[in-house]
């Protein structure tokens, strides 16, 4: 198994430190802009979204005179998450306080509850938790002002969407246009795998957001230093390849696949079994909790959990022991279908073991959330993506190849958020003084002044903008295989999402945006930023300008390490940047855990589907093609093996088809 990304961190204990409110670093953040109408706080799983919350509401209720906070969750297991806490204990002004009767996350008929929800809007209380079903339902049943002075609170607000047809995301509409309540949104990911946007551009901006990264949150922990992100490729059964991917000494959760998806059997118990015989026998299931006692292979005994056995009377006693485990001890191996990600929370979890794609990326953050808490002992968190290998004779290896592809991309775009984020900052805001990590400088004092909007986009939206670049599947598949020049993302693709998402913008400013995201894709890929006091004695440093490096001149200086050169980052040449697959690491990936034949038997399936050369591609490979034919003596073939040299020749037809058109046309 190979780690597509694997990442360091300081152990700063910054983001679990609170502050003289009982504040983490996170919650504080979101507490500057608690005068905020429209709050939108992305921020990752186990950073305490929950409790920032309830800082706001009580905030909202006790000195901006709001009547009500009304907080609504996707499921009744996560209202669990905003129960009575005595917040004054650690310096805060007030507690949270949710009277037993205005908790609608319980067991009972949506009938009841929206009831409740209606006389709760109609008395004094004040704080009321529900699901995100009961609080559509009420909404039904109310005049939009009724909310008025209101707090409405969406936790895991990715289940919102501006499809029409998303009543959640009919609610927000109705509550901005239509009402003076204010907002608060919380998201651990703000993607959604269908592509469909979250909120409408002019509603977006109406919002104040307040990001924290994964980065951020990890890099603060105690106690894990690293986390990984690898895939394993298999042949034939999952069942067979998992010896080599599952460590039984590890605190493992463990997706099977969707009974829908090419990897399952179509026997979900059948999997279970399968997978209790890879890691032993079993001794027993206790009666009270469920929990199976199995006896291991290296001689330990342990405790599973199956949740994919959907038994009414077994599940609830299985879930009521995982709710309350105390110990690392308590629990080893869990068995999941659909369970086990969002808002489940076992802290000593250390691996992540996920079998079969999953186009979702919001599911693929839920799943890694629930390996990346803090937990005494633990070290290093792990998730693993188990893909089936396409077989050369299987009628359906374009079906696989595809999945294979789109699992490689769902984690690329997870390599952004979890690896330390590119900040940027303008040069003629410098005080010269040391700058924070991966802190790139935008020259602003000669050239075009980067504009506050621009810097914005870059420090807050840069993963939106690969996200979008990555729904274009065939595009970024190409990319991935190394079936299409690199210039075909950098300069056509990525810059008509830019456009597309920032129409406002000029083009000085979408190239600037365009231009700074290349580079921060680039910086993670090759590692990151190097300060130039840390750079080794015998660096081969390439200033870039021509200057002679020095000990005098690297001070302050940021460098990126390409192959055995340190490459001063003030200059660092956008010709170099456009030719760079922002993909690459993939394709390395790739081509190390399957064959010679396999991979060519990948590249050609997504050549076979490519789509067509465009115009502007096709000037933008002109130079290329003129270059290919002076240094081969010949024009590029499209029967060539070398992806490539083929796409050269398709662009070359492209060419001379709009020419004979143009003359054609002149002609008449």
């Known amino acids: ?117 209606l006389r709760f809007m109609d008395n004094d209380d004040r704080i009321l938790i529900c699901t995100h079903a009961t609080l559509r339902f009420a909404f039904d049943k109310l005049p939009v002002g009724t909310f008025d002075n209101c707090l409405v609170a969406i936790d895991e607000f990715h289940h919102v969407s501006a499809d029409g047809d998303n009543r959640l995301g009919s609610l927000i509409d109705d509550l901005m246009k239509q009402s003076n309540a204010h907002i ?36 603060g922990y105690q106690y894990l230093k690293s986390l990984g992100i690898g895939y394993h490729f298999y042949q034939g059964r999952y069942i067979d390849a998992l010896p080599t991917v599952l460590d039984a000494s590890k605190k493992t959760i463990i997706h099977i696949p969707n009974v829908n998806s090419g990897e399952s059997t179509k026997d979900k118990h059948g999997e279970v079994d399968a997978i209790l015989d890879v890691l032993g026998d079993v001794i027993a299931r206790n009666p009270d909790t469920g929990i199976l006692h199995v006896q291991g292979k290296d001689g330990r005994q342990l405790k599973i959990a199956n949740l994919v056995d959907d038994n009414s009377t077994e599940r609830p006693k299985i879930q009521a022991y995982l709710r309350d485990i105390k110990a690392a001890d308590d629990m080893d191996i869990i068995i999941a279908l659909g369970m086990a990600k969002e808002g489940f929370d076992w802290p000593y979890c250390e691996h992540v073991l996920t079998i079969g794609y999953r186009s979702s990326l919001t599911e693929i953050v839920q799943i890694i959330g629930r390996a990346t808490r803090d937990c005494d002992g633990k070290k290093h968190a792990q998730f693993t993506n188990l893909i089936a290998q396409p077989d050369a004779q299987d009628d359906d290896v374009r079906v696989s190849v595809n999945n ?50 621009v810097l914005d986009i870059l420090n807050g ?63 993670s890929q090759q590692g990151g930023l190097i300060d130039g006091e840390d750079l080794p004695p015998d ?22 390490k390409m192959g055995e050169k340190f490459l001063c980052t003030d200059n660092l040449d956008i010709d ?60 590029p073939s499209l029967n060539s093996s070398e992806p490539i040299e083929v796409r050269y020749a398709e662009a070359l037809a492209f060419i001379r088809r709009m020419k004979q058109q143009q003359l054609a046309n002149q002609g008449q």
């Not at 919650?27 to 929950?50: D, M, V, W």
């Not at 651990?188 to 977006?204: A, N, Q, W």
Request: proline fraction near 5%; glycine fraction near 6%; include cysteine.
């Open 1 to 117: 198994m190979t780690n597509l990304l694997h990442v360091e961190y300081g152990r700063t204990g910054q983001s679990a430190s609170l502050n003289s409110m009982g504040m983490r670093e996170m919650q504080a953040r979101a507490f500057e802009e608690r005068t905020s109408q429209y709050l939108l706080i992305k921020a990752p799983p186990a950073c305490g979204k929950s409790r920032a919350l309830m800082f706001l509401g009580l905030d909202k209720l006790e000195r901006q005179g709001l009547r009500k906070v009304i907080v609504a969750v996707p499921e009744k297991s996560i209202g669990g998450s905003f129960q009575n806490t005595p917040l004054t204990a650690f310096g805060f002004f007030s507690d949270w306080v949710v009277s037993p009767e205005n908790n609608l996350c319980i067991d009972g008929s949506d009938k009841g509850k929206v009831n409740a929800f």
């Open 184 to 219: 608060v949104a919380m998201t651990g990911s703000y993607f959604r795998g269908d592509t469909v946007p979250i909120l409408l551009p002019e509603d977006e901006a109406r919002f104040t957001k307040v990001t924290y990264t994964y980065y951020e949150q990890l890099n």
């Open 404 to 453: 294979m592809l789109k699992a490689i991309t769902t984690s690329l775009l997870m390599e952004q958020i979890l690896a330390p984020s590119i900040q940027f900052k303008p040069r003629s805001q410098w005080d010269g003084k040391p700058l924070p990590p991966n802190t790139l400088l935008v020259d602003d004092t000669t050239s075009t002044p980067v504009s506050q909007t």
């Open 461 to 523: 939206d840069k993963n939106e903008i690969i996200a979008t670049l990555m729904a274009k599947e065939q595009l970024v598949k190409e990319a991935i295989s190394e079936t299409t020049p690199s210039e075909t993302i950098t300069q056509v693709a990525l810059p008509a999402v830019i456009q597309t998402l920032y129409p406002d913008l000029t083009e000085g400013e979408q190239e600037q945006i365009r231009q700074g995201l290349l580079q921060s894709m680039l910086i």
């Open 539 to 560: 660096a081969d440093i390439d200033m870039g300008n021509g200057d002679e490096s020095s000990n005098n001149n690297i001070a302050g200086k940021q460098f990126l």
């Open 576 to 635: 170099l940047i456009d030719i760079v697959n922002p993909f690459h690491g993939a394709y390395e990936i790739l081509s190390k855990q399957v064959t010679a034949s396999m991979l060519k038997t990948i590249q050609e399936t997504v050549s076979a589907s490519k789509s067509q050369v465009s115009e502007e591609e096709a000037v933008i490979l002109w130079p290329k093609i003129k270059q290919f034919k002076h240094e081969q003596g010949r024009e």
